[in-house]
């Protein structure tokens, strides 16, 4: 091999050191200038998705380290939070309604005029309507008359029955109302309920926040195991929920007829059965978990393993571990797999739909274990996004695009009136639009991937009753991302838990039309004037064809 002359051994050592410095120096000013260009590039791809109203990465604060944690903090940057151009939102009352209540409380008051004619005629009123508020805390002080009876015993006067604790329910009332529903965080809360002299500590409003709450947490858990029995699908959808100073995730479960939030500490496909479970959480080992187990390829050595024991029952998560440590399994995929299968068994044991359908935004953990539809917004973004080099492949990706959005709108005028005709033709134009055939080797590639989710995407045209996008979820768990944005997170346990609960509550009871305000009242005040919300979900059921109907 020929050494460049540079590089000869009649090079000395001090020439040969002054070039490997100036190739050193070289290479460094390239690294500053390639940093800088990849700068530019993401900012500009930034720019792009912002004009094109597409929405980009969210801004997700570093993980909260451990004591004992060396892991490095990760953190991620977009620009960009516009919707996507299809869809508008749905008006939320008909045309000639209106949004404003009916007034609670009415006091009728006569204005005269002063001196009369004889000759003047009446001719009735004119209304006029005032509404104001008269906001004050009334703190009552009940003298408890008590008596000392000769054996010593103490005999103390009973308080009202509508008096349970310091605080009444009421002002408990208005403390939930205000922060769950208005979202003023704690001490802006605080703040306010001092300036109207209203004489409480910050922990008493803690405590108000979330301690006693039973009630409301096991109605919320009421939500899912009637929705689940009362629908024939599902929508779902995740977001980041903070908890601890670490970031974790929130999943929502819902339909037009209750919504569920749930929040944990990562997602994936065991995190959403172990979710569906509900409070009946068990892992059992029969054929439907071997079928499963078989559907999702797993090894078929551990299939034949596990296939040789039968039907077996797992009291919980524990015993089900030792029992794959037991069997040597020690593989992260293969234990990850069977769990899924085990899950999945243990919901149908307990009644859930087999027939059930998830429809999501195309999620890994939410698309294999029951039939599953996609949303037909999000498959298309990756149309919207590409950024064509030429005219020829600008071209292509808006013919591409615009037929995209026409069998869109084929498959909503099918869902009004579906024939076996029209569902023919959809599905003969959606095998012609993915064989496109195309010169832009992006767009052939994101035509592949909309391929694979074939299946998904005419899911509707066999259940007409399906959602076609997954927007009503995204508006849902919207209420976590304004939350995350303005309070950052929870910190206990115990106030996760009530982030949920009444985030559940409130949503599904503005699904009803009821005034949060009112239901919380009620149930703290033990009158009983609003249903339970899992009786409404029954008796909706039997009207909406996304429910038993």
Known sequence: MNLPASLSPEVSVSELLLQIQTLLEKVERQAVQIEKLTAENTKLHAEIRHLKKLKGKPNIR???????????????????????????????????????PVPSTV?????????VQDDWINGGYQDFTHIDVDLQFVTAVYRREYWKTPEGKTILA?????????????????????????????????????????PISEGSLNNLLTENNELFHQEKDELLETGIACSRTLQVDDTGARHGGKNGVC???????????????????????????????????????????????????????????????????ASWEAFLDDQKLLSKNQRRMATEGVLKAGLLQHGFPESMVIHSDGA????????????????????????????????????????????????????????????????????????????????????????????DLLLILEHPWLPLHNNWSERQIREYVKRRKISGGTRSEQG????DTFASLKKTCRQYGLSFARYLKDRLSGTGDISRLSDLIREKSELLLCGSA
Request: glycine content about 4%; aromatic content about 10%; charged content about 30%.
């Open 62 to 100: 570093p993980q909260k380290k451990d004591s004992d944690s060396e892991d490095e903090d990760k953190t991620a940057s977009g620009s960009g939070n516009s919707p996507p151009p299809k869809g508008k939102r749905t008006r939320q009352q008909k045309p000639g309604e209106t949004s404003k």
């Open 107 to 115: 006091k009728e008051a006569f204005c005269r005029v002063d001196d």
């Open 158 to 198: 009973p308080l009202p029955d509508h008096v349970k604790n310091r605080f009444g329910h009421n002002l408990k009332a208005l403390i939930l109302e205000m922060y769950h529903s208005c979202s003023v965080t704690q001490p802006l809360l605080l703040d306010w309920l001092h300036d109207y002299g209203c």
């Open 251 to 317: 999943t929502v479960i819902e339909n037009n007829l209750f919504t569920f939030f749930a929040s944990t500490s990562s997602k994936s496909r065991i995190n959403f059965l172990t979710l569906l479970q509900g409070q009946r959480r068990c892992h059992v080992l029969n054929p439907v978990a071997i079928a499963y187990m078989k559907q999702v390829k797993m090894a078929a050595k551990w299939v034949d393993v596990l296939s040789s024991f039968g039907e077996v029952h797992f009291l919980n998560e």
């Open 364 to 455: 890994r953990q939410f698309d294999t274990v029951f039939a599953h539809s996609s949303c037909w917004f999000h498959a298309g973004r990756p149309l919207a996004k590409l950024i064509p080099e030429n005219d020829l492949e600008r071209a292509d990706r808006d013919k591409v695009l615009d037929q995209y959005w026409r069998i869109y709108d084929d498959i909503e005028v099918y869902c009004q009136s579906p024939t076996d005709h029209k569902k023919h033709q959809i599905e003969q134009d959606f095998n012609h639009w993915i064989s496109t055939h195309t010169c832009y080797d992006d767009l052939r590639s994101v035509l592949g991937k909309l391929r694979v989710i074939r299946d």
């Open 496 to 499: 996760q838990r009530c982030r």
